[in-house]
C-alpha cells in the first residue's frame, strides 16, 4: 500500500493547527480539492435528543443529598453543562452535502472515516456507496467499550461503528508497521518472542470510553478517545500531512494529528465546541478563523473542587 516514508522528518515544516468556528458546509467549499490526506468526522448520531454533559460539584454537607464513602453526607451543585442539539429529521440531506465535500477534498491516496452509531450506519453505507463507489468501502471498525447502564430487554448496545472509505481502494496510505500491538489472548499458545510484540488488532477495536474523571476528559459531551483517532491519524496519513475533522467537537482528532506531526484543520458550529478546543489545543497554538463571534458567549464558570460529568448514555 502507498506509504510515503518520511526519509527525513526533520526536513518536515512543523504542524499547523486551524479551527474554524461556523457551519462547515461553506467552510469546505473554501478549501481546495485533493489538499487533505485523512478526513475524520462524527457528526451527531441523530439520536433525536440534545447531548449534554452536567457538571457537579459536590461538597462535603451533613444535609446533604448524597451519600459518600463511610456514609459521609455530600451536597450537590450544578455548575452547568454542555451541551449540543442532535436531532435531524432529514439527516441524510444534511450529511450528503459535506460527504459529496469530504470526497472532493480528499488526496488521490486519502481515506475518509465516518463515525457513527448502529441506528444510522447503514444509510450511511449507502450514501457513501453512492459518493465514493462500493469499491472504496475497505472497512466497517466496531469500537467496542463497556460502559453505562445495561438493559433488561434486548442487548446492550456497546459499539460504535466507523466506516472507512479509501478514495483509491488499489493505492491508499496504509502504515502498517505504525499499528499500534495488543496483548494476545492466549500468549503462552505463541511463544515468548510474539508474545512480548503483540498482534495488530482486527477490524474491532476494545477501548474504554473517555473517563469522566480521568485527565483526557475535556467536559465535551460525545468526547471520543484519544487512542481511537490516534491509531486512525498513524496508520492512515503520513507526517506532514493535512488531516481534516469538519465535526470536531473537544478537538480529539486536532490533539492526534499535531502531537504525531499531522496539521489539522477543525471546523466546528459550537461556540463551547471551539472554547474546549482552544484550550486544549493551546499548545500547538492554533491559529482561529470567524471565531470572534463564538468567544462572545460566557464561559461557563471553572469548577472547583471534585466535579463530576452526567453521562447521556452516549460515548
Ligand atoms: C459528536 S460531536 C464530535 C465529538 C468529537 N469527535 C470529539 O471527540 O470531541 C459532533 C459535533 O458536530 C458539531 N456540528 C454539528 N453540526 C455542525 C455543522 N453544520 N457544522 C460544524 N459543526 C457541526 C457539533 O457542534 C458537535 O460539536
Same mark, same amino acid.
Given at each position: 500500500m502507498n506509504r510515503r516514508s518520511a526519509?527525513?522528518?526533520?526536513?518536515?515544516?512543523?504542524?499547523?493547527?486551524?479551527?474554524?468556528?461556523?457551519?462547515?458546509?461553506?467552510?469546505?467549499?473554501?478549501?481546495?480539492?485533493?489538499?487533505?490526506?485523512?478526513?475524520?468526522?462524527?457528526?451527531?448520531?441523530?439520536?433525536? &435528543?440534545?447531548? *449534554?454533559?452536567?457538571?457537579?460539584?459536590?461538597?462535603?454537607?451533613?444535609?446533604?443529598?448524597?451519600?459518600?464513602?463511610?456514609?459521609?453526607?455530600?451536597?450537590?451543585?450544578?455548575?452547568?453543562?454542555?451541551?449540543?442539539?442532535?436531532?435531524?429529521?432529514?439527516?441524510?440531506?444534511? +450529511?450528503?452535502?459535506?460527504?459529496?465535500?469530504?470526497?472532493?477534498? +480528499?488526496?488521490?491516496?486519502?481515506?475518509?472515516?465516518?463515525?457513527?452509531?448502529?441506528?444510522?450506519?447503514?444509510?450511511?453505507?449507502?450514501?457513501?456507496?453512492?459518493?465514493?463507489?462500493?469499491?472504496? =468501502?475497505?472497512?466497517?471498525?466496531?469500537? @467496542?467499550?463497556?460502559?453505562?447502564?445495561?438493559?433488561?430487554?434486548?442487548?446492550?448496545? &456497546?459499539?460504535?461503528?466507523?466506516?472507512?472509505?479509501?478514495?483509491?481502494? &488499489?493505492?491508499?496510505t496504509y502504515r502498517y508497521e505504525d499499528i499500534?500491538?495488543?496483548?494476545?489472548?492466549?500468549?503462552? +499458545?505463541?511463544?515468548?518472542? &510474539?508474545?512480548?510484540?503483540?498482534?495488530?488488532?482486527?477490524?474491532?477495536?476494545?477501548?474504554?470510553?473517555?473517563?469522566?474523571?480521568?485527565?483526557?476528559?475535556?467536559?465535551?459531551?460525545?468526547?471520543?478517545?484519544?487512542?481511537?483517532?490516534?491509531r486512525?491519524v498513524k496508520v492512515h496519513s503520513n507526517p506532514?500531512?493535512?488531516?481534516?475533522?469538519?465535526?470536531?467537537? *473537544?478537538?480529539?482528532?486536532?490533539?492526534?494529528?499535531?502531537?504525531a506531526?499531522? *496539521?489539522?484543520?477543525?471546523?466546528?458550529?459550537?461556540?463551547?465546541?471551539?472554547?474546549?478546543?482552544?484550550?486544549?489545543?493551546? =499548545?500547538?497554538?492554533?491559529? +482561529?478563523?470567524?471565531?470572534?463571534? #463564538? @468567544?462572545?458567549?460566557?464561559?461557563?464558570?471553572?469548577? @472547583?473542587?471534585?466535579?463530576?460529568?452526567? #453521562?447521556?448514555?452516549?460515548?
Open positions: 526519509s527525513n522528518p526533520k526536513s518536515l515544516p512543523a504542524p499547523s493547527l486551524d479551527i474554524h468556528f461556523g457551519d462547515n458546509l461553506p467552510i469546505l467549499r473554501g478549501f481546495a480539492e485533493e489538499s487533505f490526506h485523512l478526513v475524520y468526522i462524527d457528526p451527531p448520531f441523530n439520536t433525536g &435528543k440534545t447531548q *449534554s454533559r452536567s457538571r457537579l460539584k459536590t461538597t462535603r454537607d451533613a444535609n446533604g443529598d448524597r451519600t459518600g464513602f463511610q456514609g459521609r453526607r455530600y451536597k450537590t451543585t450544578r455548575l452547568g453543562s454542555l451541551e449540543f442539539p442532535d436531532a435531524f429529521s432529514d439527516y441524510l440531506d444534511f +450529511l450528503g452535502p459535506r460527504l459529496q465535500e469530504a470526497y472532493r477534498l +480528499l488526496h488521490p491516496a486519502g481515506s475518509l472515516f465516518l463515525h457513527v452509531d448502529y441506528r444510522e450506519v447503514h444509510y450511511c453505507k449507502v450514501l457513501l456507496d453512492q459518493i465514493f463507489g462500493r469499491d472504496s =468501502f475497505v472497512n466497517e471498525i466496531i469500537w @467496542s467499550y463497556d460502559y453505562g447502564a445495561r438493559s433488561r430487554k434486548r442487548w446492550s448496545p &456497546k459499539h460504535d461503528n466507523i466506516l472507512w472509505y479509501a478514495k483509491n481502494p &488499489k493505492d491508499y499500534d500491538r495488543i496483548p494476545y489472548m492466549a500468549p503462552a +499458545l505463541v511463544g515468548p518472542k &510474539k508474545a512480548a510484540r503483540g498482534k495488530t488488532p482486527t477490524d474491532t477495536w476494545w477501548q474504554t470510553v473517555v473517563s469522566p474523571t480521568g485527565k483526557e476528559k475535556t467536559g465535551y459531551p460525545t468526547q471520543k478517545p484519544l487512542a481511537i483517532l490516534e486512525i506532514g500531512d493535512r488531516v481534516l475533522d469538519f465535526f470536531a467537537g *473537544s478537538g480529539t482528532t486536532g490533539e492526534a494529528a499535531v502531537r506531526g499531522r *496539521s489539522a484543520v477543525l471546523i466546528d458550529s459550537h461556540p463551547d465546541a471551539v472554547r474546549v478546543m482552544r484550550k486544549r489545543l493551546a =499548545f500547538a497554538k492554533p491559529a +482561529l478563523h470567524g471565531v470572534k463571534q #463564538a @468567544s462572545s458567549r460566557k464561559p461557563p464558570k471553572r469548577p @472547583s473542587g471534585r466535579d463530576e460529568l452526567e #453521562a447521556s448514555g452516549r460515548p
